[in-house]
């Protein structure tokens, strides 16, 4: 069976996730940048409610993005320092799985880093995921054997801007053999049977709508008084395709 992996942002879009048949959820704030690591009260919250595996219903339990900005994925020291508070931080909080991502200069995973995070995951028996970081790699395929035996799946749209246009380069990736392979980036339901054809272990998106409650005053060059949450109409229907 295809894994279901919903993004969410908050405890309410946890809670759908979970009710409407996803299999993990991908816990981060800030979707409109990709994502960047979730506030720690967001991360206790919403593993008191739906954290923890349960193998009798196949749920896979809460995983914590650690990305401490936005944009590239080649990190100062002082980055790297707080990526490592970041992960030791939502691992002793009960995180089930870390989703990171790191790259070095010449665009191959940063496997120093990764090796010291996903090490770090291993002594809390949390999985790890690597993310869309290997979108931005000189190579995917390259990339993803690079990090077998380090993590356990990879997120990836084939390096294309969604998943369904990089489907050829996801289905080298998966004969690959090494870490699993999450389909994700610009999935859209229509698109879910035709990536779990490709033979990933899962599918991941978003699920989300647009709320607009716009104020009178702009509190930022990006505030057009909205946010994003997560719809469940589109979980469902998400589900439904894997069936």
């Known amino acids: 069976m295809t894994a279901l992996e919903i993004a969410v942002t908050s405890v309410a879009g946890a809670l759908a996730a979970r009710a409407g048949g996803a299999t993990r959820v991908e816990l981060c704030s800030a979707l409109e940048v990709g994502g960047v690591t ?4 967001l991360v206790e919250g919403v593993l008191d409610e739906v954290g923890g595996v349960d193998a009798d219903d196949g749920w896979q339990g809460v995983h914590v993005l650690v990305r401490p900005r936005p944009g590239g994925f080649g990190y100062s020291d002082e980055e790297r320092d707080l990526l490592r508070r970041e992960v030791e931080t939502v691992l002793e909080a009960g995180a089930d799985g870390i989703v990171i991502g790191a790259l070095t200069p ?9 090796r010291e995070l996903a090490d770090a995951a291993a002594a809390y028996e949390a999985t790890v995921t690597f993310h869309r970081a290997i979108d931005l790699s000189a190579d995917p395929v390259a990339a993803i054997r690079a990090l077998d035996g380090v993590v356990d799946r990879v997120l990836t749209s084939g390096g ?3 998943a369904a246009a990089g489907a050829a380069t996801i289905a080298e990736m998966v004969a690959v053999g090494g870490p699993d392979v999450l389909a994700g980036g610009g999935v859209t339901v229509d698109a879910i049977r035709a990536l779990a054809a490709l033979g990933v272990e899962g599918v991941h998106l978003s699920a989300k709508r647009r709320v607009v409650t716009a104020g009178r005053v702009a509190l930022g060059v990006a505030d057009d008084g ?7 109409g589109v979980i469902a229907a998400a589900a439904a395709a894997l069936v």
């Open 160 to 162: 294309a801007p969604a």
């Open 226 to 232: 909205g946010h994003w949450v997560t719809d469940p």
């Open 106 to 114: 010449h665009g191959e995973p940063d496997m120093e880093l990764v």
């Open 38 to 41: 979730p506030s720690q009260g």
